[in-house]
């Protein structure tokens, strides 16, 4: 039982480039989520789902697109990169009642230059 | 103002301290909450759920005291490996899938 894997654990991009941090989880929970990390302002969420072929955006959710087209992936794609998407990336996955709590991968730590 | 605040801190405690966080949020209708620990450059993992009648795992308190919007968690008998950021986690939203996170509290127990 892997838990939450994301793939890759660094990454450094170019202005304008694109590319998918990938999300995959192996405890067939519904509730997945993705989170960024910066400096002083704490996770935030970025985009969730609640099931397959059901997304919605969170709190910081420009720049960035999901989707969720199985049970067990989640990823998460920048459309065009800029230096302010420069962070740490975690993704999350929950299932159970709403006293369970989400467990976290290990994050993707992306710069872009 | 934010919905989950905390003391930052630092905290700096020696070992076998008793250490307690705060933690207050603004808005009413959040329904689940958690405490996470961060260590650096780590992952946050599951602490604890906090429940309204409070509870308790081994030297960790939880208390949750919804009529004022506040959290709070204790520490008992602190180890060295209790040295981490601890993120107060509460959840809102149409099915709870949101995750508010506070900035978290620093905490280094010395020797």
């Known amino acids: 039982n892997a838990g939450v894997t994301q793939t890759p654990k660094f990454q450094v991009l170019k202005t304008g480039q694109s590319m998918t941090l990938q999300c995959a989880q192996d405890?067939?929970?519904?509730?997945m989520s993705w989170y960024r990390q910066d400096p002083g302002m704490g996770l935030r969420l970025i985009h969730y789902?609640?099931?397959?072929?059901?997304?919605d955006q969170g709190e910081v959710p420009n720049g960035y697109n999901v989707s969720r087209s199985t049970t067990e992936d989640f990823p998460l794609r920048l459309l065009s990169a800029a230096p302010s998407q420069t962070s740490v990336y975690f993704c999350?996955?929950?299932?159970?009642?709403?006293?369970?709590?989400?467990?976290f991968g290990s994050g993707t730590r992306l710069t872009v230059v | 103002r934010k919905e989950v605040e905390q003391d930052p801190g630092p905290f700096n405690v020696p070992e076998g301290a008793t250490v307690a966080f705060n933690c207050t949020y603004s808005?009413?209708?959040?329904?689940?909450f958690f405490w996470y620990r961060q260590d650096c450059r780590k992952e946050p993992k599951l602490l604890m759920s906090?429940?309204?009648s409070g509870n308790e795992d081994g030297r960790f308190t939880a208390q949750l005291n919804r009529a004022s919007q506040y959290i709070s968690l204790l520490i008992r008998d602190s180890k060295l490996s209790d040295s981490a950021t601890y993120l107060c986690?509460?959840?809102?939203?149409?099915?709870?899938?949101?995750?508010?996170f506070g900035q978290g509290t620093r905490l280094t127990i010395n020797p």
């Open positions: 405890m067939n929970h519904e509730y």
């Open positions: 906090v429940y309204s």
């Open positions: 999350a996955s929950r299932g159970g009642g709403a006293n369970y709590g989400y467990t």
């Open positions: 986690v509460v959840i809102k939203g149409q099915g709870a899938q949101k995750l508010v």
């Open positions: 808005n009413s209708a959040s329904q689940s």
């Open positions: 789902s609640v099931g397959a072929g059901i997304t």
